[in-house]
Structures are given as C-alpha cells and as structure tokens.
C-alpha cells in the first residue's frame, strides 16, 4: 500500500524558515512534488523533482530562489526547504508523487494528507 505522510508544518513568522518533510512508503517515484492551497483558492504547484538520482528541482516563479526541494533516496523521502516566508505562503501543503515529471494536479497519482503552513506578520 502506498503512503506519503507529510511533516513539519507549523507557525512562523514572516521572513522565518520551515522544513516540510515527506515520507513514502510502498514503492518509489520517479517524481515527486510539493504542492498547496490556500483558503478559498485551487491547488496549486510549487516544486518537483524528477528521478531519484540527484533529481533536479522544478519551481513555480511564486517560491523560485526561497524554497528549496530535495530528497533523500535512502529514507525514500523527499523535503521542502521553506525560506524567507511571506504571508502569502500560508497554505496546506500536500506531498505528491506521480510517473512522469510534471506539474499539474490531476497528473499525480499519490497525495498525502497534508500538513498547514502559517506564516504570520
């Protein structure tokens, strides 16, 4: 059976640093991503890493040069490096995995049950 539990959500204030962790078990993904949503708004993609083997990460323009994805082939888990957090990252944040490398929603086969990110002022 196949799980993605997620980790390390929580509150901090603008400007502060989170790392969400993502833990899969069942089998491994070529691809893997973090993605979120906020109150009232559709999901949305924030970054992926494709392959297992010094995956490069993908971003959305929204987090490119403060979020930071990486994994860790070993423990089968994949992270997400949150810095210089803005209001505008409060969201759940979901850990996906799917086949193929890509960014849309309906793409992902996996979805863990999220954790929340509040980002106060």
């Known amino acids: 059976q196949v799980q993605l539990v997620e980790s390390g959500g929580g509150l901090v204030q603008a400007g502060g640093s989170l790392r969400l962790s993502c833990a899969a078990s069942?089998?491994?993904?070529?691809?893997m991503g973090w993605f979120r949503q906020a109150p009232g708004k559709e999901r949305e993609f924030v970054a992926r890493?494709?392959?297992?083997?010094?995956?490069?990460?993908y971003y959305a323009d929204s987090v490119k040069g403060r979020f930071t994805i990486s994994r860790d082939n070993a423990k089968n888990s994949v992270y997400l490096q949150m810095n210089s957090l803005k209001l505008e990252d409060t969201a759940v944040y979901y850990c996906?995995?799917?086949?193929?490398?890509?960014?849309?929603?309906?793409?992902?086969?996996?979805w863990g049950q999220g954790t929340q990110v509040t980002v106060s002022s």
């Open positions: 996906a995995a799917s086949s193929g490398p890509t960014v849309r929603v309906t793409e992902y086969e996996y």
């Open positions: 890493t494709f392959n297992w083997s010094g995956g490069i990460g």
């Open positions: 069942g089998r491994t993904f070529s691809n």
